[in-house]
C-alpha cells in the first residue's frame, strides 16, 4: 500500500544546480500537489495539476517547474537553484477537488 | 496578511484529558475547513472537516466546532492520548472550495504527557 511516494527523501545541492522531485501516487487521483513547508510556517502551495497533462500555479511557484505527463506522476523542478529554497517538499494528491489530501513523507532539500 | 492563524505555536496536556487546538481566519468567504496532523519525518494525515453549514462534526474522539460569526473554529480530542502528539494545522478554502485554494495555518505543537 504505497500511496505517494516521494524521491528523494533529501538532497543537498550547491547554488545554481538543477534537480527533479519525483511524486508517485497509486491511487488513480486526478489531482496532484506540490507543497513546500518552511520553519514556523504552514504548508504551501507551488503547482498542481488537475489531471494529465494539466499544470497551474500555486501560491509561491517562481522557480519551479512542474510536468504531469503521466497521471501517477508529479515532477517538480528547480532548474536554478537557490538557498531560499531550502525547504521540506511534500506531494499529495486526492481524489476531488475539494477533500482529503494524501501526503507524501516529504523530500528535505538544502542549496547551500 | 495571514489568513488562517492557529496562535498558539505548542499546547501540553495530560493524558485523558481534553486537548483543544484553535484557529482564526480572517477571509469571510472561507467556507470548507480542515484539520491535518503531522508526525515528525511523515507527512501530513487528515484528520476531520466541516463545511460552513454546520457548526460541529464530530468523529470519534475528535470533534470540531466552527463558529462562523467570531471566524474560529476549534478541535477538542477527547481524551487525549500521547499518540496524539504531533503538529496540528488548520487549513480553510472559499468559495465553493477547491484543494487548490487551501489555506494553512502555521500549525500547533500537540504534546500529550502520559
Avoid at chain 1, 85 to 94: D, G, I
Avoid at chain 2, 12 to 33: A, P, W
Avoid at chain 2, 68 to 73: F, G, I, M, N, T
Avoid at chain 2, 91 to 110: I, P, V, W
Wanted: hydrophobic share 35%; glycine share 10%.
Amino acid at each position: 500500500n504505497a500511496g505517494v511516494t516521494q524521491t528523494p527523501k533529501f538532497r543537498v545541492l550547491k547554488t545554481g544546480q538543477s534537480m527533479t522531485l519525483l511524486c508517485a501516487q497509486d491511487m488513480n487521483h486526478e489531482y496532484m500537489y506540490w507543497y513546500r513547508q518552511d520553519p514556523g510556517m504552514g504548508l504551501r502551495l507551488i503547482h498542481y495539476s488537475v489531471g494529465e497533462g494539466t499544470t497551474a500555479k500555486g501560491e509561491v511557484p517562481d522557480g519551479y517547474n512542474v510536468s504531469r505527463l503521466k497521471k501517477q506522476n508529479f515532477l517538480l523542478g528547480l532548474e536554478s537553484a537557490a538557498p531560499s529554497q531550502t525547504s521540506v517538499y511534500f506531494c499529495a494528491s486526492s481524489w476531488l477537488a475539494l477533500g482529503e489530501l494524501f501526503f507524501g513523507e516529504g523530500s528535505r532539500l538544502t542549496v547551500l | 496578511d495571514q489568513q488562517v492563524k492557529q496562535n498558539s505555536p505548542s499546547l501540553s496536556v495530560q493524558e485523558g484529558r481534553i486537548s483543544i487546538l484553535n484557529c482564526d481566519y480572517t477571509n469571510s468567504m472561507f467556507d470548507y475547513f480542515l484539520w491535518y496532523k503531522k508526525y515528525p519525518a511523515e507527512g501530513p494525515t487528515f484528520l476531520i472537516s466541516i463545511s460552513s453549514i454546520k457548526d460541529k462534526n464530530e468523529d470519534g474522539r475528535f470533534t470540531v466546532f466552527l463558529n462562523k460569526s467570531a471566524k474560529h473554529l476549534s478541535l477538542h480530542i477527547v481524551p487525549s492520548q500521547p499518540g496524539d502528539s504531533a503538529v496540528y494545522f488548520c487549513a480553510a478554502s472559499a468559495g465553493g472550495g477547491s484543494n487548490y485554494k487551501l489555506t494553512f495555518g502555521k500549525g500547533t505543537l500537540l504534546t500529550v504527557n502520559p
